[in-house]
C-alpha cells in the first residue's frame, strides 16, 4: 500500500520524539518538514526584524538573489532611517516600521507616495512579527531587544529563522516551551548553530553525545592580561574573519559572544553543560561539529559568509544553488585547533557558570554584558573590565531559580542600572 506524502513526514515527526536527539530543534525541524512536504510553499513571504543590520542587509542580499522563492512583506529598523528608507524603495514591502518614533515623520514623509504602510514604536516592530501574511520572520535584532518580538511571532505560528541568539539566552525555557506548544521551528542563522543543524540532518536515530562550536579566538588570540589592559575600540573591532556589526565584534574579541552561543545551544539541542564544548578554531572554516554516541564527528564547512546560513534558514528543508565563493582546501593547507584561554578571557567560563545555575542568571549576564560593550564604545571602560562588570551584576543581582516572563524584564532592567552605577 503506497502511503500518503502526509503518513510518510508524519512517521518522520513522531521519530524525532523517540530518540536522543529529540529536542526543540529536530522537534520543530519535523514539524516544519511536515508542513513544507505536504503544503508546500511556493514563494516563502519574509519579515525582517533588523534589516538595517549585518544580517539584515545580507539577508536582503538573498531575496534580491531569489525572486522566485522570496517576497518581502515587512522590514523593522531602529535607528537607521536612511537605510530602511533606501531599503524600501528599492524592495517595497507591505510594511516598514521604524522604532524610534522620533524618525517616524523622516520614514512616512520619504514612501508616502508608495503603497507602503509606515509604523513607529515597539507594538509596531511586534505587529511585524505576527503579520498573517509572513510565513518566517527573520530576527535579526540586536540584544535583549529581540526577545518581546519573537515571542509574538512564535505566539502567532510563524516559523522563525533565529540571528539573535540573545533570545534563548535570556528565556530559553519559556521560549522553547511556548515554540514545542505551537510547534513553531525555530530555524538557527548564527553559523555555528546553522552547522550543527545540517549535521544533525538525517541523523533521526543517533543520539548527540557533545557538540563542538568553534571560534576564531577574536582579534587578540594568544594575547595576555597584560596586552589587554591598554586595547582600543578600534583594535577590537577589527576581526580577522568575520564581517559583523561592532556589538558583536567586540563580543568576538572577548569570547562572550562565544559563551551566548553555548547557552543558546543548549536550548536548541537540549543539552547538558557536558555536552558542549568550544575549541578555538582560527581559519574559521569547520563551523561547527557533532559527536554522535558512536563517536563518529561530523562537521559543517565553508567559507566564513553569513549569507550561506541565512539562506539556508530561508529554504528550510530545501537547499538553493547560489553564486557564493567556494572553499578550496589549497587555499587553506593547515586547520588547526586550540584550547580557549578561560583565565585570560573570563567571559566564556562566566557563561558556562551562568548556564551551570539557571534561571535568570543568563538573563543578568546578558544585560550586564550589553551596557558594558556599549560602554566600551563609548571609550567609557576597559577592555578587560567589561568581564569585572559582567560577574560583579551575577554576584549582586537577586537569583530567580524559575523565573516567568516579567522576572526576566524586572532582571533585565535590574542588571542594566547596576552595570551602569558600577561603571559611572
Excluded at 511585524?128 to 526577545?147: R, W
Excluded at 574579541?253 to 547538558?272: H, P, Q, R
Amino acid at each position: 500500500m503506497t502511503r500518503s506524502p502526509q503518513t510518510r513526514t508524519f512517521q518522520k515527526f513522531e521519530t524525532f520524539g523517540k530518540f536522543g536527539s529529540a529536542n526543540l530543534y529536530s522537534f520543530a525541524a519535523a514539524f516544519y518538514f511536515l508542513k513544507e512536504e505536504t503544503h508546500p510553499i511556493l514563494k516563502k513571504k519574509i519579515s525582517i526584524l533588523g534589516s538595517t543590520g549585518s544580517i539584515g542587509t545580507q539577508a536582503l542580499e538573498v531575496i534580491e538573489a531569489n525572486p522566485d522563492h522570496f517576497e518581502l512583506e515587512a522590514i523593522t529598523a531602529n535607528e537607521n532611517a536612511d537605510l530602511l528608507i533606501k531599503q524600501a524603495i528599492q524592495f517595497k514591502p507591505n510594511l516598514v516600521v521604524i522604532a524610534n518614533e522620533d524618525k517616524y515623520q523622516k520614514v512616512f514623509d520619504a514612501l508616502d507616495l508608495l503603497d507602503i504602510k509606515v509604523y513607529a514604536g515597539e507594538n509596531a516592530l511586534c505587529h511585524a512579527a505576527e503579520l498573517e501574511e509572513v510565513d518566517v520572520v527573520l530576527t535579526a535584532l540586536v540584544g535583549y531587544a529581540g526577545l518581546k518580538p519573537t515571542l509574538r511571532a512564535i505566539e502567532a505560528g510563524k516559523a522563525i529563522a533565529l540571528a539573535n541568539k540573545e533570545t534563548l539566552v535570556v528565556a530559553g525555557e519559556l521560549v522553547t516551551t511556548l515554540a514545542k506548544k505551537k510547534r513553531v521551528p525555530i530555524l538557527p542563522v548564527d553559523s555555528e548553530h546553522s552547522a550543527i543543524f545540517q549535521c544533525l540532518a538525517g541523523e533521526y536515530s543517533n543520539p548527540i553525545e557533545k557538540i563542538i562550536l568553534t571560534a576564531s579566538g577574536g582579534p587578540f588570540r594568544g594575547k595576555d592580561k597584560g596586552f589587554l589592559t591598554d586595547v582600543k575600540k578600534e583594535q577590537a573591532l577589527k576581526h580577522p574573519n568575520w564581517d559583523m556589526g561592532a556589538k558583536i565584534t567586540i563580543d568576538s574579541a572577548s569570547l562572550m559572544n562565544k559563551g551566548l552561543e553555548v547557552i543558546e545551544a543548549k536550548w536548541l539541542f537540549d543539552l547538558t553543560n557536558d555536552q558542549i564544548e568550544v575549541v578555538v578554531h582560527p581559519q574559521s572554516i569547520i563551523h561547527s561539529m557533532v559527536q554522535f554516541e558512536d563517536g563518529s564527528i561530523k562537521a559543517q564547512m565553508g567559507l566564513p559568509d553569513m549569507k550561506l546560513p541565512i539562506q539556508y534558514a530561508l529554504t528550510y528543508p530545501g537547499r538553493l544553488k547560489n553564486n557564493f565563493p567556494r572553499f578550496n582546501f589549497m587555499d587553506y593547507p593547515e586547520l588547526t585547533f586550540e584550547k580557549p584561554d578561560l583565565n585570560t578571557f573570563k567571559n566564556l567560563a562566566l557563561s558556562f557558570e551562568a548556564l551551570k545555575k539557571g534561571g535568570n542568571q543568563p538573563c543578568i549576564l546578558n544585560a550586564a554584558n550589553e551596557i558594558a560593550v556599549s560602554k566600551f564604545l563609548e571609550d567609557r571602560i576597559g577592555f578587560l573590565e567589561m568581564s569585572d562588570v559582567v560577574e560583579s551584576c551575577l554576584n549582586k543581582i537577586s537569583f530567580i531559580s524559575t523565573p516567568n516572563f516579567d522576572d526576566y524584564v524586572e532582571t533585565d532592567k535590574e542588571t542594566r542600572i547596576l552595570a551602569t552605577e558600577l561603571i559611572n
